[in-house]
Each structure stands twice: as C-alpha cells, then as structure tokens.
C-alpha cells in the first residue's frame, strides 16, 4: 500500500509540473491566451469532470454497499438481461440519463474492484451512447428545428435510429459472447441486520476508496486537458478541418452544400444548423440533400470532436490506454452507424 500511495504521490507531482509548464507556455508564448481564457476554458471544464467523476465513484461504492443495484437497474433489465451484462452495468445506463460522465466513473469504480469485466466495461459505455441522445436531445431539439424544420427533424430521426441500431448491435453481442453474469446477491446487505452497518460504513468507504482514485484521474485529465486546448489555440484543429473538407466533401455532397458542411465542423454548433436552413431556403439544395449534407457533416466532425471534447475526459477517467481504446472503438461504431443510416436514407430517397 506504501508503495502505491509512494508511486501515487510522484505521478501527481509530475502531473502538476507538466500541468504548470503548459500553463506558461499557454499564458506567455500564445498570444491571445490570458489566466481568465484558461479559468474559463480549461479550469471549468475540467472541475466539472472532477466532480462529476467524483459522483460516480462514490455512487458506485453506495451502490454495492446498500444494495441499490437492482433497484437502479429495474429500468434496463430485460435489455441488459438481455446482453448478459447485469444489474451493475443497468445502474450505470440508468445513470448515463443524468450524466455520462457519472456513469463512467460508476463503470471505473466497478471495474477496478472486479466486479465487470473488460467487456462488460466496453459494451456499457458504447450502450450508453442511447442515454446521451436523450440527455442533449431538448437542446439540439430547440435549436435544430427552428432552423432546419423538416429536414432537420429527419436528421434527428435518422441518428436516434443510429443510436438504437449500435445498442441492439452491442446487445446481440454480449448475448452471443459473454457468459451469464454473476450477481453474487449474497453480497448486498440483507435486510433488518447489514443495512445499518452498512450505512455507517459508507462515509469510511468513500474516504479510503475514492480519494485515491479521483487523484489517479486528475493526474491525466488537467495535462491532457491543458495540451488539448494549446493545440486548439495554436490551429492545428482547424488545419484538420481545412484539410478534411477539401477531399472527403466535395467528393460525396454537391459543392453547393460544401459551405455548409465546413460551417459544421466549427465549434460554433448552432451555425452549421443556421447555414443549412439557410440553404434550403434558398432552394440552393433540397431536402434530401440537406439531411445527407447534415449527416456527412457529422461524420466528418466526429474525430474532431472527439479529439477535443472527449479525449481529456476519457483517458483521465479510463486510464491512457484503455481510455484510448474505449474512444477510438466507440466512435468507430459511432461513424459505421451513421455511415449505415446514411446509405439507406441515400437509397430510399433516390429509390
């Protein structure tokens, strides 16, 4: 244990030397970048994690020790029954409609402890891909529609068809290649004579458990967080888009729709929505061609995406490695989902 807190303690320092070395270079070799756009950019964000993966690591050690699992996972039974992937990861696609980032840190915490396997860890955070449609869906519902309207309900439509086609994909898996899961029910608290130690034991739980593995989180996620975004201010973000849009899009949309599609690509959300409608009005392209551009738009973005939003996040949570994995495996589903809803769409409107 001596050993773990010695090795702990020398990562976390080099963590903050690396972590303050990028906050000078950010502040004084960047131009443009001040200790108000790193608090606001970075700072923020990145104690939003913290607390959120704080949360999920600390319901996840509630969870086990009062035996809320299969009461938190009622919702998702039958589907994860279904998958052979059991209760504890039902609890965390339960979560995932709250928050994501909850969820995976209720998914780190069982899966540090044994309790799911390397697969089962995989296969929940690409199912719960589903909640996170839900959870974003009032705002990408109210500014899509009244910029887009019939176009942009489609597109709504199609990724939602998406979204359930990558469950029933990972669900079908985990039938077919995962053994029944064992929920151990003698490990939850029996009812009238553990549930009131177990309650007491719950703060001493959480303070010798989560502490270590919160600090093992933040030690990745500020550096990857602080590189990230240096490489977002240095350009490098929008080099990959210039260079992106020239060949994928001319190729597979009508060049009028092209504006669009890079418009997309910026962080700016709601102007890539804004420049469709725009074109559609216009008549410049038709519905159809608005649904497509939108959809390649989104593929397109994806790895960009990824790269600056969910890259920080998911190898602090996960760990470099498998964090790395997880991404790269999800959002590869993620595309060949959308790129599969796409042809059809494509099909059926040209049938």
Known sequence: MQRKNKS???????SFVLSLGLILILVFLIQGVGLYDLTRDVGWPILRIIFFVALGLAAGEIIEATGWTRSLSVLARPLFSFARLGERCSASFTTAFVSGVTAN???????????????????????????????????????????????????LLLIFV??????????????????PPT??????????????SSALEIPGLILSRVPGRLARIVQFVVPIYLLVYALHR??????IRTAMAGTAVSALIPIEALSMVVVSFLADYTSGFATAGA???????????VVLALLLGNVIALPIRSLRHQLPRYLGIFSPKLGTQILVMGQSLRVASLL????????????
């Open 279 to 289: 074109l559609a009005s216009s008549g410049i392209l038709s519905s159809h061609q």
């Open 105 to 155: 840190g209720m998914l780190v915490s069982f899966y540090d402890r044994g309790l799911i396997d390397k697969k089962r860890l995989f296969l929940t955070n690409f199912i719960n891909q589903l909640p996170a449609f839900f959870l974003h869906l009032p705002t990408t519902l109210f500014v899509i529609l009244p910029l887009t309207g019939t176009p942009g309900s489609v597109y």
């Open 340 to 351: 599969l809803v796409g042809a059809g769409y494509m099909l059926v409107g040209w049938g």
């Open 8 to 14: 702990l303690i020398r990562s976390l320092q080099a």
């Open 183 to 196: 929920e151990d029910p003698e490990e939850r608290p029996k009812a009238g004579d553990k549930g009131k």
């Open 234 to 239: 240095l350009g490098c973000f929008d080099f």
């Open 162 to 179: 998406a979204a359930v086609l990558r469950t029933g994909l990972c669900a079908l898996y985990g039938r077919l290649r995962l053994s």
